[in-house]
């Protein structure tokens, strides 16, 4: 018995990984099974992919489509379905479809493990602080409420997170610009926003001393843009093929409820959106009320100060780290086309668009915690945010 308490004890980091990816991949599930957002529409591109069409053959709801004659466009990034190609191309996309809430369920679960890879990488050394912030990514910010939901809108948010704790993982890591270029490459062409970290991945690829042997970078940078130039020249490419333009997402052509046309007439990004965004993210508060779960949002954004508190827990980084300098810079550059954005982000939990830059956010805090360990007043804001997040799933079955 005692081997046996041993043998648990030596391997109690990849024990506790397996039980967390497991209970993680439950709750989603349960949280998510019994809710269809009736919005397929990659599993369908998938499809249409294997048939050698990039346009959908029927419409899934009359608003975020590009009509052009018979054929339906598909005005999000396509890596998602690129991926899923694989699993459509034997199931069908209908049976996939069906299955969304387990794929999300496992794809959000993958992100856990991601961001967990992550901090033994930044040298997190206590599997309690490991946990804790792999929680705080995983059931105190709005990917939750995104599993949850699913639907078009939602799928890129958990595959751009995986992506992102990847490249995260080569900067605290190995440092591989080939392979860091290819991870950006596939990130961007699931949220456009992380194209704006490319910088952090380019100087994360700089060898040792670089400042003194300029010329040193070039081999880097040369990494860099070779990995990530296959995802840029398909995604103009996808973008000529079907709107006749390299720069036409297909964004501007969406069809949308009158009060967001509205506000994409100003301008797809404009200073002009950036009130509405930054009291989404900041500001915005639920009503609270006497019965559970103690408060009710209004569907278009809630404060992360609320929603997330554990974050606050990055402001101990140790920003004298040219590393964790550069983290900050990454967050705000990819939150900022984000805040720049038209859409708001509705239906949501939070603020879901900050999810594109908060995985910088959890590596400064693992930054945080591998110097001076986790305090309990952080533990105590994270068992706050997961809280909140019980009575988002709720919200996520109950707002109009």
């Given at each position: 018995?005692?081997?046996?308490?041993?043998?648990?004890?030596?391997?109690?980091?990849?024990?506790?990984?397996?039980?967390?990816?497991?209970?993680?991949?439950?709750?989603?599930?349960?949280?998510?099974?019994?809710?269809?957002?009736?919005?397929?529409?990659?599993?369908?591109?998938?499809?249409?992919?294997?048939?050698?069409?990039?346009?959908?053959e029927?419409?899934?709801?009359?608003?975020?489509?590009?009509?052009?004659?018979?054929?339906?466009?598909?005005?999000?990034?396509?890596?998602?379905?690129?991926a899923?190609?694989?699993?459509?191309?034997?199931?069908?996309p209908?049976?996939?479809?069906?299955?969304q809430?387990?794929?999300?369920?496992?794809?959000?679960a993958?992100?856990?493990?991601?961001?967990?890879?992550?901090l033994?990488?930044?040298?997190?050394?206590?599997?309690?602080?490991?946990?804790?912030?792999?929680?705080?990514?995983?059931?105190?910010?709005?990917?939750?409420?995104?599993?949850?939901?699913?639907g078009?809108?939602?799928t890129?948010?958990?595959v751009?997170?995986?992506?992102?704790?990847?490249?995260?993982?080569?900067?605290?890591?190995?440092?591989?610009?080939?392979?860091?270029?290819?991870?950006?490459?596939?990130?961007?062409?699931?949220?456009?926003?992380?194209?704006?970290?490319l910088?952090?991945?380019?100087?994360?690829?700089?060898?040792?001393?670089?400042?003194?042997r300029?010329?040193?970078?070039?081999?880097?940078?040369?990494?860099?843009?070779l990995?990530?130039?296959?995802?840029?020249f398909?995604?103009f490419?996808?973008?000529?093929?079907?709107?006749?333009?390299?720069l036409?997402?297909?964004?501007?052509?969406?069809?949308l409820?009158?009060?967001?046309?509205?506000?994409?007439?100003?301008?797809?990004?404009s200073?002009?959106?950036?009130?509405?965004?930054l009291?989404?993210?900041?500001?915005?508060l639920?009503?609270?009320?006497?019965?559970?779960?103690?408060?009710r949002?209004?569907?278009?954004?809630?404060?992360?100060?609320?929603?997330s508190?554990?974050?606050?827990?990055?402001?101990?980084?140790?920003?004298?780290?040219?590393r964790a300098?550069?983290?900050?810079?990454?967050?705000?550059?990819?939150?900022?086309?984000?805040l720049?954005?038209?859409?708001?982000?509705?239906?949501?939990m939070?603020?879901?668009?900050?999810?594109?830059?908060?995985?910088?956010?959890?590596?400064?805090?693992?930054?945080?915690?591998?110097?001076?360990?986790?305090?309990?007043?952080?533990?105590?804001?994270?068992?706050?945010?997961?809280?909140?997040?019980?009575?988002?799933v709720?919200?996520?079955?109950?707002?109009?």
């Open positions: 018995m005692a081997a046996v308490f041993e043998t648990l004890r030596r391997h109690r980091g990849p024990i506790t990984l397996a039980v967390l990816l497991v209970t993680a991949t439950a709750a989603y599930w349960i949280s998510a099974h019994k809710f269809d957002a009736r919005r397929p529409d990659l599993f369908y591109l998938a499809d249409a992919f294997l048939h050698g069409r990039l346009w959908l029927r419409a899934f709801g009359p608003h975020d489509v590009v009509l052009v004659g018979d054929r339906v466009y598909v005005p999000f990034a396509p890596f998602p379905a690129i899923f190609v694989p699993i459509v191309a034997v199931l069908g209908g049976v996939v479809a069906e299955w809430p387990l794929l999300n369920a496992v794809l959000a993958a992100g856990l493990g991601a961001c967990w890879w992550m033994a990488r930044i040298g997190v050394a206590s599997i309690g602080d490991r946990l804790w912030l792999t929680v705080l990514w995983g059931f105190s910010t709005a990917i939750w409420f995104t599993t949850t939901r699913g078009v809108w939602h890129g948010h958990l751009a997170s995986i992506l992102t704790f990847a490249g995260l993982v080569e900067v605290f890591g190995r440092r591989r610009p080939l392979v860091m270029g290819l991870l950006a490459g596939a990130a961007f062409l699931t949220r456009p926003p992380v194209l704006a970290a910088p952090l991945w380019a100087w994360a690829a700089f060898p040792e001393g670089w400042r003194h300029l010329g040193s970078t070039v081999r880097p940078i040369a990494g860099v843009v990995g990530f130039a296959p995802a840029a398909f995604g490419w996808y973008n000529w093929a079907r709107f006749g333009s390299p036409e997402s297909g964004y501007y052509l969406a069809a409820p009158a009060f967001l046309e509205a506000q994409r007439a100003i301008g797809l990004f200073l002009a959106h950036l009130p509405m965004n009291d989404l993210f900041l500001v915005r639920p009503r609270l009320q006497a019965e559970f779960p103690f408060f949002p209004d569907g278009l954004g809630m404060s992360v100060l609320l929603t508190p554990g974050l606050l827990y990055t402001l101990r980084a140790p920003f004298r780290d040219p300098v550069a983290l900050g810079i990454a967050f705000v550059l990819v939150l900022i086309p984000n720049l954005y038209y859409g708001g982000g509705w239906l949501q939070g603020y879901r668009y900050a999810l594109d830059a908060l995985p910088f956010a959890i590596a400064l805090a693992g930054m945080a915690a591998a110097r001076g360990g986790l305090p309990w007043w952080a533990k105590a804001l994270i068992a706050f945010g997961v809280a909140v997040g019980i009575g988002g709720y919200w996520a079955y109950n707002l109009v």
